[in-house]
């Protein structure tokens, strides 16, 4: 006794709507409940050829090494920059981060001072908050744990004597070193505090920036010429823009940890033709950050039909690499720029032939084998959930065939391969409610077939 059992990939998508050409299931009406001994095979198979060259789960991370001014300038997202365990004292900690962040935040000793041993920070450009971590501002004793686009300036609280300047900081210590840099762009909402041109009341700024800031709170001083916010979380930065933080009387543009703000006599006159305004930086998630600063690039699933437009499409992710085809159609990429590389994830590193998951450094990097539109897929194996487990290389699965891919680089018709002498199967339990097919690669994902791809497979049950 046996019977045939046709199962399209299209059948089933009001109960399945995820079905797909590489991965479906059928419903049965009737549910299948055999007695006796059965096994099963796949006699036949009809597929279309067409596949995407690059699917979601493909990715291209470029990692860069923050070494100068334009790097820092091309910043999308908080870069954490941790101190090298050379740097071992406080002065070389200081000269260390002058060096690194010239133009972004100066740090020098003021060597001018009649008590000597003050650090002075003063942040020059517009683009950057810069965040210390808790110990790095300890270890100058700083009033404040941020510097921002436009502090004029902001010193250690009490001097050091030389021989603490000089003095060895514990490796443990040095772990606790780091500075955090952000754009001050980066996860922003602004509040406008004032229009242009608007005339606010102390009264009325106090009620607008106590509404409209969370978690702030200003106040007028008891001398009635100073006002005073208060920040009560960290969750966030508050960064002021210059004209209301000049015009408020304050040095500091930004406030990061639970603090207070007082610095010099407000005065409004002279300001009102500008808006006031405010950017909150939302930092709930820098606490991973690490240097270097990484791209990572997800591809869409998208099917080329030539290497051209294949081509522009990678060269389109990032300016720091670009790839190009020799007449053999071996891929080459280029790295521009120096203390760079560009990682692969592994199935994408298969499909461009390249040997190796990382290529570093700037130059030219060739790939060993032949970059195919199709994912350089050779094999189709199809596998279901009615068929028993057998063994698959090192693991066990229930396969039912394997058949070559077709070779075709194009999109072409429908492929029909009929198995002149089926493998048939111990089926796993004589019930059955619905069939499942899977149609994967060499590496077990499914085959990416194009969205409106179609497949048909065809069993055969025996009873033995």
């Known amino acids: 006794m046996s019977f045939h059992h046709a199962l ?31 096994k099963v095979a796949v006699t036949s198979i009809l597929y279309n ?34 101190m090298p365990e050379t740097a071992n004292t406080r002065l070389k900690i200081a000269n260390l981060l002058s060096t690194t962040l010239t133009n972004i935040l100066e740090v020098k000793l003021l060597q001018e001072r009649i008590d000597g041993g003050y650090f002075s920070w003063k942040g ?3 683009d950057f908050v810069i965040i210390l971590s808790d110990a790095l501002k300890n270890l100058f004793n700083l009033r404040q744990s941020v510097v921002s686009s436009y502090d004029l300036i902001t010193t250690n609280n009490r001097p050091f004597e030389k021989s603490q300047i000089s003095e060895e900081i514990p490796a443990i210590q040095l772990k606790e070193l780091f500075v955090i840099l952000v754009s001050s762009s980066y996860d922003a909402r602004k509040i406008v505090i004032k229009a242009a041109n608007e005339h606010l009341t102390t009264d009325e700024l106090i009620e607008r920036v106590n509404t409209r800031i969370p978690n702030a709170k200003l106040e007028l001083a008891p001398s009635k010429k100073h006002l005073i916010l208060q920040k009560e979380s960290h969750s966030h ?75 522009q499409y990678l060269n389109s992710l990032n300016e720091d690499m670009h790839f190009s085809l020799n007449e053999e159609n071996v891929l080459s990429l280029e790295i521009k ?65 394997i058949i070559p891919f077709y070779k075709d680089e194009g999109c072409s018709l429908v492929h029909e391969h009929v198995f002149q002498n089926p493998m048939y199967i111990p089926l796993r339990s004589n019930h059955m409610s619905h069939i499942e097919v899977l149609l994967t690669d060499g590496t077990g994902q499914a085959i990416p077939f194009t969205n409106d791809s179609q497949s048909l497979v065809w069993l055969h049950f025996k009873q033995v």
């Open 8 to 38: 399209p990939s299209n059948a089933g998508v009001s109960r399945f709507p995820n079905n797909s050409a590489s991965a479906y299931m059928t419903p049965l009406d009737i549910p299948y409940n055999l007695t006796g001994k059965w």
């Open 49 to 82: 050829g067409c596949v995407n060259t690059f699917q979601d789960y493909d990715t291209i991370t470029v990692s860069k090494k923050i070494t100068t001014i334009e790097d820092l300038k091309s910043l999308t997202r908080p870069l954490r920059i941790d």
């Open 124 to 126: 020059k450009n517009s």
């Open 237 to 311: 930065v508050i960064l002021m823009c210059e004209e209301f933080h000049k015009t408020i009387g304050f040095h500091q543009a930004a406030m990061y940890k639970a603090g207070i703000f007082r610095h010099g006599e407000f005065n409004f006159d002279s300001q009102f033709k500008n808006e006031w305004s405010v950017k909150l930086l939302l930092l709930d998630r820098i606490a991973n950050i690490k240097d270097p600063y990484d791209k990572i690039h997800h591809l869409k699933p998208k099917s080329f039909k030539d290497y051209k437009n294949a081509l």
């Open 337 to 401: 720029t120096e203390n760079t590389k560009v990682a692969f994830s592994s199935i994408l590193r298969d499909c461009l032939a390249f040997d190796n998951d990382v290529c570093k450094n700037r130059g030219i990097h060739k790939a060993s084998g032949v970059f195919s539109l199709r994912r350089r897929i050779k094999y189709l194996f199809i596998y279901s959930n009615v068929a028993s487990y057998c063994k698959v290389g090192d693991a066990q699965a229930p396969l039912l065939g």
